[in-house]
Nanobody, 128 residues
Framework: QVQLVESGGGLVQPGESLRLSCAAS????????AGWFRQAPGKERESVAA????????HYADSVKGRFTISRDNAKNTVYLQMNSLKPEDTAVYYC?????????????????????WGQGTQVTVSS
């Protein structure tokens, strides 16, 4: 069983930055593939970014490429999402997710249904 706790959300103005953190416990964190998802009101949950167990492979949604960076520190059991140049359309609840596998499944890492473990979410609001 894996427990995930997100933090770092908040209210920022367009163009500003935030860093989200996802702290994991209850399993060997270094064997987890992790991802960040977001869900805006009235919309489906969508993939933002994903990272392999080693951090050597990453995936980004087209809408965040060049602005967001996913990373992980296995010694601290934590995954991060650095969000720069934030836009109002980035406003959503951001969720951390994890799956207990060291295999990178590109076809699956963008699919929320593939992940077994989820955090409670953290609100990010971008508004002037």
């Amino acid at each position: 069983q894996v427990q995930l706790v997100e933090s770092g959300g908040g209210l920022v103005q367009p163009g500003e930055s935030l860093r989200l953190s996802c702290a994991a416990s209850g399993s060997d964190f270094s064997r987890l593939t992790a991802g960040w998802f977001r869900q805006a009101p009235g919309k489906e949950r969508e993939s933002v970014a994903a990272i392999s167990w080693s951090g050597g492979t990453t995936h980004y949604a087209d809408s965040v490429k060049g602005r967001f960076t996913i990373s992980r520190d296995n010694a601290k059991n934590t995954v991060y999402l650095q969000m720069n140049s934030l836009k109002p359309e980035d406003t959503a609840v951001y969720y951390c997710a994890a799956e207990n596998t060291v295999t990178w499944y590109y076809a699956h890492v963008r699919d929320p249904a593939w992940y077994d473990y989820w955090g409670q979410g953290t609100q990010v609001t971008v508004s002037s």
